[in-house]
């Protein structure tokens, strides 16, 4: 039986009809195409001209349905699952965090200061900046 799930993705945030089954998340193929482009044709799982074939032994598609943590590793995509919250968080692709990467630029934030002033790093452009990040864990 589907319910609502939620898809957070690095850009966007998606309720999908989704059906949890043996620790997996199943959801329809036509709900891939919808929230993450993605359709699926005789060749592969195809979006803006590209398509990736599927292997034999994929495992992507069970009844028709696609298994979320198989189409993941399918595009090379990182996947954390929470059946219990019914949410998924999939990341961005390996080629994509690489390029990212290799443009030497840093995305865009924005941050408080020590007495709550918020500071966006595009207002630096062109600047220094030194940065401290700190994290309990």
Known sequence: MSEPFTLIEPARVSEVEAEARDGRILL????????????LKPEGFCRDGVCVPLPADARVLDGGAVDLAAFAALLRRPLAVDIDRRAACLG??????AEALRSLEAPGFTLPDLDGRLHAL?????????LVAWASW
């Open 92 to 97: 961005a692709a390996a080629d994509e965090r």
């Open 122 to 130: 595009s207002e630096h452009r062109g600047e220094k900046v030194f």
């Open 28 to 39: 329809d193929a036509g709900a891939v195409h919808r929230v993450l482009g993605w359709e």
